[in-house]
């Protein structure tokens, strides 16, 4: 799908969910937030990812990844989770000198984590403050594709950790998160040709997000209220230890109802610094999160 | 003339003692009440009100609802977000604690601030 056609879907979803009306986690950024005891939520949110051709690994190609995320998430005790996230990607290489495409499929490393909210402030009927850490460690089970040279996995268990604050008054939501990623990966993929995203390449890993949500209907609630529509901008840095970093913008829509959760939002650059891989051109997602 | 004085003086003690009377009538039902102690039991056909803090998102209403649904005790639930007001209907000839419905409040995650007990058809 041309970019052009990625952007025609994306303003058609963002105009379906305009119509109706949502939550306090952006589709990029974590939150303070947890399910409750006893109560699942599983999110899945589809995401495509475009490449920059003119990568500094000097490839004259277009690289687009279509990724499947599938998280499944569990109150096993008072504010503590435990989540489990398995992403699976469509690779397509459209090389500049070659008239065939260059797919792979696969698994991508999983990744398993705790959640812990320790920190807990109820101001109001709706404000509130909260602090979550997390700690894990992601699964070296992706596939590498010897036929494409793609590699989906870091091919190392690589433990990470994180801490995120969810401050929300009235209609207005900040969150902040921080996540560093140990890298125990061997130097095989280093500027590998297909290395192509974030933490494939062998460096830890920060993540630092900061995300505002608006409710943007309803102006207040009311004893009939089912749901809400949120606005939400957010700033999603990657930055590797080799001093390569991504900043992007993303802005989306949200839809929340008592029992689900539809998001979109489109991420662009607006600050690169890449040597080792290819740089992200834009990225689209949409998801859906359902508790029962 | 001494009779219309009488007649009016007669008519005023019946004002005086049916307004008075009036004054001094009880109320029907009892006003509801604040629960402080913990062990306190809110009995049907009472309502139990809930004044809750951090209900920030519909997706709050789900995971208070869910928590409150496995009280046996409780038939109905109605949640006004934005005044964080949770108001139970309970069944019939059940009763539950202040203390069992601050646990629930806060397995969902949100603060329990007060609690009050609301006699039937008030």
Redesign the interface.
């Known amino acids: 799908m041309s970019m052009k056609g990625i952007g025609i879907v994306s303003c058609v979803v963002a105009m379906l969910f305009s119509s109706v009306a949502l939550a306090q986690e952006a589709p990029n950024s974590d939150a303070a937030t947890l399910p409750s005891p006893g109560v699942f939520m599983l999110r899945q949110q589809f995401r495509v990812t475009n490449y920059d051709s003119s990568d500094p690994l000097n490839h004259q190609r277009d690289i687009t990844d279509y990724t499947l995320m599938t998280r499944l998430s569990y109150g096993f005790a008072r504010d503590w989770s435990i989540n489990f996230e398995q992403p699976i990607t469509f690779r397509r290489i459209d090389e500049a000198r070659s008239t065939d495409y260059n797919d792979s499929f696969g698994a991508v490393d999983g990744k398993i984590w705790l959640k812990w909210r320790p920190l807990k402030w109820d101001h109001a009927a709706i404000d509130t403050t909260r602090v979550a850490f997390t700690a894990g460690v992601s699964l070296p089970w992706g596939e590498d594709s010897e036929r494409s040279g793609s590699s989906f996995s870091s091919n190392s268990f690589d433990p990470f950790f994180g801490v995120v604050m969810t401050h929300i008054r009235g209609r207005h939501g900040v969150n902040l998160g921080a996540r560093y990623r140990v890298n125990f990966g061997d130097d095989d993929l280093k500027g590998h040709p297909h290395t192509v995203g974030p933490g494939m390449t062998k460096h830890d890993l920060v993540n630092l997000d900061a995300s505002y949500v608006y409710r943007l209907w309803p102006q207040s609630f009311t004893a009939d209220s089912h749901g809400a529509v949120y606005w939400t901008t957010e700033l999603n840095s990657v930055i590797e230890t080799n001093s390569d970093h991504e900043l992007f913008l993303s802005p989306g829509l949200m839809y929340e109802a008592s029992s689900f959760t539809l998001e979109t939002s489109l991420q662009v650059p607006v600050w690169q610094e890449i040597e080792e891989r290819s740089k992200t051109d834009w990225s689209w997602v949409f998801g859906v999160r359902v508790q029962w | 003339m001494s009779s219309l004085i009488f007649k009016v003086a007669f008519m005023f003690v019946v004002m005086v003692a049916t307004v008075q009377q009036l004054w001094a009538q009880p109320a029907t039902q009892p006003a509801r009440f604040e629960l402080t102690d913990a062990k306190q039991l809110i009995e049907a056909p009472s309502k139990a009100i809930l004044?809750?803090?951090?209900?920030?998102?519909?997706?709050c209403?789900?995971?208070i609802?869910?928590?409150l649904d496995?009280i046996k005790a409780v038939q109905e639930f109605?949640?006004?977000?934005?005044?964080?007001?949770v108001t139970l209907t309970l069944r019939d000839k059940s009763s539950v604690s202040r203390d069992r419905l601050a646990k629930a409040v806060?397995?969902?995650?949100?603060?329990l601030d007060k609690v009050w007990a609301q006699p039937a058809g008030e």
Do not use: F, H, M
């Not at chain 2, 109605?78 to 007001?85: H, R, S, T, Y």
């Not at chain 2, 806060?106 to 603060?111: N, S």
């Open positions: 004044a809750v803090k951090g209900l920030s998102c519909p997706q209403a789900g995971n609802e869910r928590q496995r109605k949640l006004d977000l934005d005044d964080g007001i806060e397995d969902a995650g949100y603060t």
